[in-house]
């Protein structure tokens, strides 16, 4: 059976939308932001009916994207390395940088405690993006919750494990994980701190340039962010498939 005819097949009896309308409902979920209620009535379904639909394509994609190696190698970062960036960042493997999404207060005070984001004084989902210096996303961890700190995430994502020795790595300078980085040889990378009355000039043009890399994780966070899904708080109902869509939105934007 072809592509187009397996779209269009007709559902069976436990399914009432052909799998075309499942993926556009999931699409209008996460990259629209509609609410579950309002697909609902939209697609003249039923509330729970909505939700299978939307963990199954959430649990689908996850596994079809995740199949597509993301991590580059280090000949393949330094081949397409900018040639700006060539002078003060040549061995830069990866920029990593946390972001959160608002989430649902849990009504467990213990729960309550651990999401809750100081940064954002909300409850809060964290992940970990990493960057090429090209501007292509090859790292993103499973999502914490909010009160676990940028350097925690960073040991228990897993991020270390795929450093080389040598390897140079570019955050901003919250990210206290020069000690994490040392166990596998590599370098943390962050914007000089000014320790007198103004920086040399040299001191100058390398905070410029890693300014100007930096921001590409900045932008990538951008785009994710662009799926609004994201734009309102995260609900409890969600927990569940909310790692799998956090990494599809995230890989998805490769292909942007």
Same mark, same amino acid.
């Given at each position: 059976m072809g592509k187009e005819a397996a779209a269009n097949a007709t559902p069976s009896p436990s399914r009432k939308l052909q799998l075309i309308d499942e993926f556009f409902m999931y699409s209008l979920r +996460?990259?629209?932001g509609l609410k579950e209620k309002v697909l609902a009535d939209m697609f003249e379904v039923s509330l729970s009916s909505v939700s299978r639909v939307i963990i199954t394509w959430a649990n689908y994609l996850y596994a079809v994207l995740g199949s597509v190696p993301i991590w580059m190698t280090r000949e393949q970062v330094r081949r397409h390395l900018p040639s700006k960036f060539r002078k003060y960042c040549q061995n830069v493997r990866v920029i990593l940088d946390c972001t959160e999404l608002r989430c649902e207060s849990p009504n467990a005070i213990t729960l $309550?405690?651990? +999401? @809750?984001? &100081?940064? !954002?004084? $909300? &409850? +809060? @989902? !964290?992940?970990?993006i990493g960057v090429s210096p090209s501007g292509v996303v090859t790292f993103v961890s499973r999502l914490f919750t909010g009160a676990v700190s940028d350097k925690e995430i960073t040991r228990l994502s897993g991020i270390i494990d795929l450093l080389e020795e040598g390897d140079e790595v570019m955050a901003d300078k919250g990210f206290l994980i020069e000690n994490l980085l040392s166990v596998a040889g590599a370098k943390l990378i962050i914007p000089p701190f000014k320790h007198k009355a103004q920086f040399t000039k040299e001191e100058t043009e390398q905070t410029q340039a890693i300014a100007r890399l930096r921001i590409l994780v900045e932008r990538v966070i951008r785009r994710v962010k662009e799926f609004h899904i994201f734009d309102s708080v995260i609900p409890l109902t969600l927990a569940g498939s909310i790692n799998q869509i956090w990494a599809n939105c995230c890989l998805l934007a490769n292909y942007q």
């Amino acid at each position: 059976m072809g592509k187009e005819a397996a779209a269009n097949a007709t559902p069976s009896p436990s399914r009432k939308l052909q799998l075309i309308d499942e993926f556009f409902m999931y699409s209008l979920r +996460t990259a629209v932001g509609l609410k579950e209620k309002v697909l609902a009535d939209m697609f003249e379904v039923s509330l729970s009916s909505v939700s299978r639909v939307i963990i199954t394509w959430a649990n689908y994609l996850y596994a079809v994207l995740g199949s597509v190696p993301i991590w580059m190698t280090r000949e393949q970062v330094r081949r397409h390395l900018p040639s700006k960036f060539r002078k003060y960042c040549q061995n830069v493997r990866v920029i990593l940088d946390c972001t959160e999404l608002r989430c649902e207060s849990p009504n467990a005070i213990t729960l $309550h405690c651990e +999401t @809750f984001s &100081t940064y !954002k004084s $909300h &409850t +809060t @989902f !964290k992940g970990l993006i990493g960057v090429s210096p090209s501007g292509v996303v090859t790292f993103v961890s499973r999502l914490f919750t909010g009160a676990v700190s940028d350097k925690e995430i960073t040991r228990l994502s897993g991020i270390i494990d795929l450093l080389e020795e040598g390897d140079e790595v570019m955050a901003d300078k919250g990210f206290l994980i020069e000690n994490l980085l040392s166990v596998a040889g590599a370098k943390l990378i962050i914007p000089p701190f000014k320790h007198k009355a103004q920086f040399t000039k040299e001191e100058t043009e390398q905070t410029q340039a890693i300014a100007r890399l930096r921001i590409l994780v900045e932008r990538v966070i951008r785009r994710v962010k662009e799926f609004h899904i994201f734009d309102s708080v995260i609900p409890l109902t969600l927990a569940g498939s909310i790692n799998q869509i956090w990494a599809n939105c995230c890989l998805l934007a490769n292909y942007q």
